[in-house]
């Protein structure tokens, strides 16, 4: 099976910087696409960004200009560089993956990380 490891949150101070990291370990085909997204009490999880193989990426209006993803295919690994951050960005942030799974299937299956904690103070 698929797990994803994720690193990296923590608290800062608004304006400050952060990055994520998630790699994937198991038996996969291929990942596509891999991001992140974060949920604060009471709100459903959102979409805050994802980058699929061939390197097109989604961005969260919310964070555009401020946040990046990058992905290393070669490590089944995928980050979010978080700059100038918000007191609003304060979420816990979940590592989110499709996995292909191996010949002859292959299917696709999602899987998540265990979430990481954001918290900017202003």
């Known amino acids: 099976q698929v797990q994803l490891a994720e690193s990296g949150g923590g608290s800062v101070q608004a304006g400050g910087s952060l990055r994520l990291s998630c790699a994937a370990s198991g038996s996969m085909f291929g990942i596509n696409p891999m991001g992140w997204y974060r949920q604060v009490p009471g709100k459903q999880r959102e979409l805050v960004a994802e980058?699929?193989?061939?390197?097109?990426?989604n961005y969260a209006d919310s964070v555009k200009g401020r946040f990046a993803i990058s992905r290393d295919n070669t490590k089944n690994t995928v980050y979010l560089q978080m700059n100038s951050l918000k007191p609003e960005d304060t979420a816990v942030y979940y590592c989110r993956a499709v996995v292909i799974s191996n010949p002859p299937k292959l299917s696709e299956s999602e899987y998540w990380g265990q979430g990481s904690q954001v918290i900017v103070s202003s």
């Open positions: 980058m699929y193989s061939g390197g097109r990426t």
